[in-house]
């Protein structure tokens, strides 16, 4: 714990569980993600609490997030900075910035987009991503036929659209869920790639 944490819920406000406390099922793809990552992300340690809920969170996850075609890997993060940063979710712009900055393979990136991701400069198709993104996140009622030419303008076919509005719809659930529990980034997340590891 650093010097100038006041909290006295270092994970969640409402506890958590360790994976050796889940059903195995559970269990087996928490050590998994730990061993990729070197520690157990706290998101899954306070999801825990309702083994269903985390089963279903990590089953949708990993269908918008892991799988073949449409955006980049890195794409999708950028996605998830950038509305959790329009929605002031602090553990999944610190958590998936650390995912974008490894991922696009550039240390400022993240910061950039999480900080005001309305302005933060990127490429056309970038561009597009994100402001397709931040109208879904933050006024969907007002999403139009143009919002959708706009970034079928930028190179986005309906697939790679339909992989911008999953992945806003995945985390809109997300932050809120971080925000309710007042979930804490893990401590190892703020130097991942900004720094070599050893």
Same mark, same amino acid.
């Given at each position: 714990m650093?010097?100038n944490?006041?909290?006295?819920? @270092?994970?969640? #406000?409402? %506890?958590? *569980?360790?994976?050796?406390?889940? @059903?195995?099922?559970?269990r *087996?793809?928490?050590?998994?993600?730990?061993e990729?990552?070197?520690? *157990?992300?706290n998101?899954?340690?306070?999801?825990?609490?309702?083994?269903?809920?985390?089963?279903?969170?990590l089953?949708?996850h990993d269908?918008?997030?892991? #799988?073949? %075609?449409?955006?980049?890997?890195?794409?999708?993060?950028?996605v998830?900075?950038?509305?959790?940063?329009?929605?002031?979710?602090?553990?999944?712009?610190?958590?998936h %910035?650390?995912?974008l900055?490894?991922r696009?393979?550039? #240390?400022?990136?993240?910061d950039?987009?999480a900080?005001?991701?309305?302005?933060?400069?990127?490429? @056309?198709?970038?561009?597009?991503?994100?402001?397709?993104?931040?109208?879904?996140?933050?006024? @969907?009622a007002?999403?139009?036929?143009?919002?959708l030419?706009?970034?079928?303008a930028?190179?986005?076919d309906?697939?790679?659209?339909?992989?911008? %509005?999953?992945?806003?719809?995945l985390?809109?659930?997300s932050?809120?869920?971080a925000?309710?529990?007042?979930?804490q980034?893990?401590?190892?997340?703020?130097?991942?790639?900004?720094?070599?590891?050893?």
């Amino acid at each position: 714990m650093t010097e100038n944490r006041t909290d006295d819920h @270092p994970v969640s #406000r409402f %506890g958590h *569980v360790e994976p050796d406390d889940l @059903p195995n099922d559970l269990r *087996v793809r928490i050590e998994a993600i730990a061993e990729k990552s070197g520690f *157990v992300p706290n998101v899954f340690r306070a999801l825990a609490r309702r083994p269903a809920e985390l089963r279903a969170f990590l089953d949708y996850h990993d269908a918008v997030m892991e #799988r073949d %075609g449409g955006l980049s890997k890195a794409e999708r993060e950028l996605v998830v900075v950038a509305t959790s940063g329009a929605n002031h979710c602090t553990y999944c712009v610190v958590a998936h %910035g650390a995912i974008l900055r490894i991922r696009a393979r550039d #240390r400022e990136i993240a910061d950039r987009v999480a900080t005001n991701p309305w302005t933060a400069a990127l490429s @056309p198709r970038w561009r597009a991503i994100v402001d397709l993104a931040l109208v879904l996140a933050t006024d @969907p009622a007002r999403l139009t036929a143009e919002h959708l030419g706009a970034a079928r303008a930028a190179g986005l076919d309906d697939d790679e659209i339909w992989d911008v %509005g999953a992945v806003t719809a995945l985390f809109a659930l997300s932050n809120r869920m971080a925000h309710l529990t007042a979930l804490q980034p893990n401590p190892e997340f703020f130097l991942m790639g900004r720094t070599s590891r050893t």
